[in-house]
T-cell receptor, first 110, second 115 residues
Framework: EAQVTQNPRYLITVTGKKLTVTCSQN?????MSWYRQDPGLGLRQIYY???????DKGDVPEGYKVSRKEKRNFPLILESPSPNQTSLYFC?????????FGPGTRLTVL | GNSVTQMEGPVTLSEEAFLTINCTYT??????LFWYVQYPGEGLQLLLK?????DKGSNKGFEATYRKETTSFHLEKGSVQVSDSAVYFC??????????????FGKGTHLIIQP
């Protein structure tokens, strides 16, 4: 079954404490991306990756890092989280016809 | 740059009513157009898509037609059900081949269907 998994699904943390949200896909897709979803703003792309070791900024990259060491994994790293990064995060993996989304990670930064 | 504008919600309808959710876009070239649906507590799922002008995408009773002359991709359904309650996102991809690499999303429309 085609699948994008994210962990954790829910996370409450404090300002400045580094965290990583993992993302993995089982479809051998080259293109992966991260979005954040905020009320009234829809989904905005944070970072994307065209392939292993190839990443680039999306529309709202400030405060985030990513890495793509393997094709299946695309973790999102918040080195020093701040309250304005409280949001719902989605990882996505693109095939030739559509984009598959993970179930989301709800992050709260206190 | 590319942008998508969709009607503000929430949209509240009675069961079996006719649904239209408006979506217009701004893009250069020949984008592909998508509707995604997000059920409560879940990620986004592709509902339908169209890759060129005058194409009609359809799925689960929903339809949308790619209108290049009006730069629109309105979502319609003839008779909605309570189970259609969700948030609907219109999106475009600059890649006309139909791939969904980099999507630009609208802000989403929350649809509420009452029994």
């Amino acid at each position: 079954e085609a699948q994008v998994t994210q962990n954790p699904r829910y996370l409450i943390t404090v300002t400045g404490k580094k965290l990583t949200v993992t993302c993995s896909q089982n479809m051998n897709h080259e293109y992966m991306s991260w979005y954040r979803q905020d009320p009234g703003l829809g989904l905005r792309q944070i970072y994307y990756s065209m392939n292993v070791e190839v990443t680039d900024k999306g529309d709202v990259p400030e405060g985030y890092k990513v890495s793509r060491k393997e094709k299946r994994n695309f973790p999102l790293i918040l080195e020093s989280p701040s309250p304005n990064q409280t949001s719902l995060y989605f990882c996505a993996s693109s095939g030739p016809d559509t984009q598959y989304f993970g179930p989301g990670t709800r992050l709260t930064v206190l | 740059g590319n942008s998508v504008t969709q009607m503000e919600g929430p949209v509240t309808l009675s069961e079996e009513a006719f649904l239209t959710i408006n979506c217009t876009y701004t893009a250069t070239g020949y984008p592909s157009l998508f509707w995604y649906v997000q059920y409560p507590g879940e990620g986004l799922q592709l509902l339908l898509k169209a890759t060129k002008a005058d194409d009609k995408g359809s799925n689960k009773g929903f339809e949308a037609t790619y209108r290049k002359e009006t730069t629109s991709f309105h979502l319609e359904k003839g008779s909605v059900q309570v189970s259609d309650s969700a948030v609907y996102f219109c999106a475009l991809s600059a890649y006309s081949g139909g791939g969904a690499d980099g999507l630009t999303f609208g802000k989403g429309t929350h649809l509420i269907i009452q029994p």
